[in-house]
């Protein structure tokens, strides 16, 4: 049996992908336990469902806060309370500094609605559609201190259909997220997944492209 692998999730909004994690941990899919869920805004619902499942919940205002440099000390500092294995961004809507990346180096995950290397940044779903792109999805990644430009790992793509918009879109990639996302996880969990310099490695093997997800 793996040894259940200690995380910090970190969060700024309704926390679905929290959610996806917490139940894939509960039905004996997720070799992990939660040591905290710590978000940057208060009374965001994602605290609402750490709560609920029992996980030690920590709000550390932004807004508190006169640099980026001196939140994400501080926040360095709440995690690492936590001795997490890993630290998983989960909407957490924040831009990180190189050091608190290279803090976290080869445990630091996110997943970014698009098929990265396409549609970094903000508002993936209209832009994808504005791009006529014939197909959407999502990518897990190791962070670095390029914004979303960090080793993928797992994609997992949609279709995009005629009469999308960027809400019907969206919807139909955060399912996946929910797949894909607590699935990588697990493959930290158990030895599989590890970053190597600024490649991905699954099964010792790096991944030039990312797995592709395919139910």
Known sequence: MTAPLP??????????????????????ELPARIQAVISNRPEVFALERAARAGIPTEVLDHTAYGTREDYDQALMAAIDRH??????LAGFMRILTPEFVHHYHGRLLN???????????????????????????????????????GPRIIQARVPVHPDDTPESLAARVLEKEHRIY??????????????????????????????RFDP
Do not use: C, M, Y
């Open 83 to 88: 001795h997490p294995a890993l630290v998983v």
């Open 111 to 149: 997943i970014h609605p698009s098929l990265l290397p396409r549609h970094r940044g903000l508002d993936t779903h209209r832009r994808a559609l504005e791009a006529g792109d014939s197909e959407h999805g999502a990518t897990v990644h190791f962070v670095t201190a390029e914004l979303d430009g």
């Open 7 to 28: 995380i910090v999730v970190l969060v700024s909004g309704g926390g679905s992908n929290l959610q996806a994690i917490i139940d894939a941990i509960d039905r004996g």
């Open 182 to 211: 607590p699935l990588a996880i697990r493959w930290f969990a158990e030895g599989r997944l590890r970053q190597e310099h600024d490649q991905a490695l699954l099964d010792g093997r790096p991944l030039d492209e990312p797995v």
